[in-house]
């Protein structure tokens, strides 16, 4: 998870990613499989993740 720099519009502005993608990647699951996610937060803002 990191702040990436993205412009539009002609205006540069950080944008939260994960793995530089926005929106993160999907995981795909089936019930009673089994996740270990780690997670590391290089950004300067609190993120969840859901």
């Given at each position: 998870?990191?702040?990436?720099p993205?412009?539009?519009?002609?205006?540069?502005?950080?944008?939260?990613?994960?793995?530089?993608?926005?929106?993160?990647?999907?995981?795909?699951?089936?019930?009673?499989?089994?996740?270990?996610?780690?997670?590391?937060?290089?950004?300067?803002?609190?993120?969840?993740?859901?």
């Amino acid at each position: 998870v990191q702040a990436t720099p993205v412009k539009r519009l002609c205006i540069t502005h950080e944008v939260v990613t994960v793995n530089g993608q926005y929106p993160g990647p999907m995981l795909e699951v089936r019930n009673g499989d089994t996740l270990i996610i780690t997670a590391i937060n290089k950004s300067k803002y609190n993120v969840t993740l859901h």
